[in-house]
């Protein structure tokens, strides 16, 4: 019984066929995104030679999740969110068929490589919102953190096996072979989506246009536990996001071979399996507040290493703990943000989650490629790891509400609507 209480709870897949649907749904088009992701920084850097420049892939993505984020999740807020995240993900699907044309032409410049990652990341504002919703209404309460923590092994699965993959289809086929097979694991999540019921917003829809969006920033404001999670997951990805960094690492340690490329984001996702496989031990934790932080300051501490080693292997060691410790910190970030969140709300907070979980990243590791073109790649990942432990001790002696946070049943007397 103990090293089953250890072990990732499988009982929402088996308890709710909508559930297992969505989840297989998205582990198939996650596995794409994966791809995508290597691909594009592949491309970039190969057509530019600058961290700059594969440091904007992550800006391109970030401005329209910031611009938009957060009035998409007053519209999931609105609306039936079934159907607006099927309109967005069909959305996603063009863009990637977009990108494989391109690919495939071998003709458009870098700018037009990073517009078509920007239209794609204007519907992922929209689906990233609306796909965050779904949990809560699909399983109770008390298998929700189960529930988040199979779609966070089913997000590092992907992330294990895509970018590997990637690298030897890159190798051999293209960029556009690796555009194509994302935009066919689409039809895997339109597949999870047409067999969701109906998802109303209840019954406080969200006001229209920018006062939907302020009664959402209301609610974060007067809710310090939710702020306290988000800003403890701003400031670590914005300040030591590592990803931009890969395509110079590679050069330095691995002679630049595209088939090794892919070994850095495995490595992480490599943590991140096994931290998910063993979720039981986090997400049977009453105190979701505290794994996060500890979660964090693993990841910061772990980045600070992978800096300052000068054998590659050993390098991809420290990216597997830095992945399981960002494993414990998402998956204990979401039980706290959707545990404290009402219904009527959820589009709009899940939104500013997505900011942070998404924006966060893209916008650090432009940070980590501005660092690394003034200074070194090594620079680069040992100050950002530095800023990333300061960050976490800062956030976490001044937010009390997130160190003593709960997965008890919480009123949601706070969040009435104005």
């Not at 209480?5 to 998205?26: E, K, M, N």
């Not at 998409?72 to 969110?81: F, K």
């Not at 990637?96 to 504002?125: E, Y």
């Not at 988040?148 to 890159?170: E, Y």
Request: with cysteine.
């Amino acid at each position: 019984m103990g090293l089953k209480r250890t072990l990732i709870d499988v009982t929402p897949l088996r308890s709710s066929p909508p559930f297992r649907r969505l989840w297989i749904g998205q582990t198939l088009s996650g596995f794409g995104g994966q791809m995508t992701l290597i691909a594009v920084m592949f491309q970039v850097w190969q057509m530019t030679k600058s961290t700059r420049w594969t440091g904007a892939v992550g800006l391109a993505q970030a401005i329209p999740l910031v611009a938009l984020g957060l009035f998409a999740g007053s519209l999931v807020d609105r609306v039936d969110r079934r159907k607006f995240y099927l309109l967005t993900i069909s959305g996603q699907a063009v863009c990637s068929l977009l990108l494989a044309f391109q690919g495939f032409l071998g003709h458009v410049p870098a700018v037009g490589v990073l517009g078509l990652v920007a239209l794609q990341s204007c519907f992922s504002a929209g689906s990233g919102p609306a796909s965050r919703t779904f949990i809560p209404h699909l399983l109770p309460k008390h298998q929700l953190a189960a529930g988040l923590a199979l779609r966070r092994i089913a997000f590092q699965g992907a992330m294990l096996l895509g970018p590997a993959l990637s690298g030897l289809i890159v190798g051999g086929l293209g960029v556009g072979a690796c555009y194509l097979i994302d935009a066919l694991t689409f039809i895997a999540a339109l597949y999870g989506a047409f067999g969701l019921p109906q998802m109303d917003p209840g019954d406080e829809p969200a006001r229209p246009g920018l006062r939907g969006v302020l009664d959402g920033l209301s609610f974060l404001a007067r809710t310090p536990v939710i702020r306290g999670a988000l800003l403890t997951d701003l400031a670590t990805t914005v300040l030591s996001m590592p990803i931009s960094l890969f395509p110079l690492v590679n050069a330095e340690r691995f002679g630049d071979n595209p088939r090794t490329l892919g070994l850095f984001l495995t490595a992480i996702a490599v943590g991140g399996v096994a931290a998910s496989l063993f979720s039981g031990t986090f997400t049977r934790f009453p105190r979701p507040g505290p794994a996060m932080l500890g979660g964090s300051a693993t990841w910061g501490a772990a980045l600070t290493l992978f800096g300052f080693s000068p054998n590659p292997w050993a390098g991809l060691t420290f990216l597997v703990i830095a992945g399981a410790a960002d494993t414990v910190s998402v998956v204990s970030r979401s039980t706290v943000v959707q545990m404290h969140t009402p219904h009527e709300l959820l589009g709009r907070v899940s939104a500013a989650e997505q900011i942070v979980g998404q924006a966060g990243p893209d916008i650090g590791n432009m940070r980590g490629g501005l660092v690394a073109d003034a200074t070194s790649g090594a620079a680069a990942l040992v100050s950002g790891g530095l800023l990333c432990l300061g960050a976490v001790v800062v956030v976490g002696a001044t937010a009390a509400d997130l160190r003593r946070s709960s997965t008890s049943p919480h009123p949601h007397t706070a969040a009435a609507s104005p």
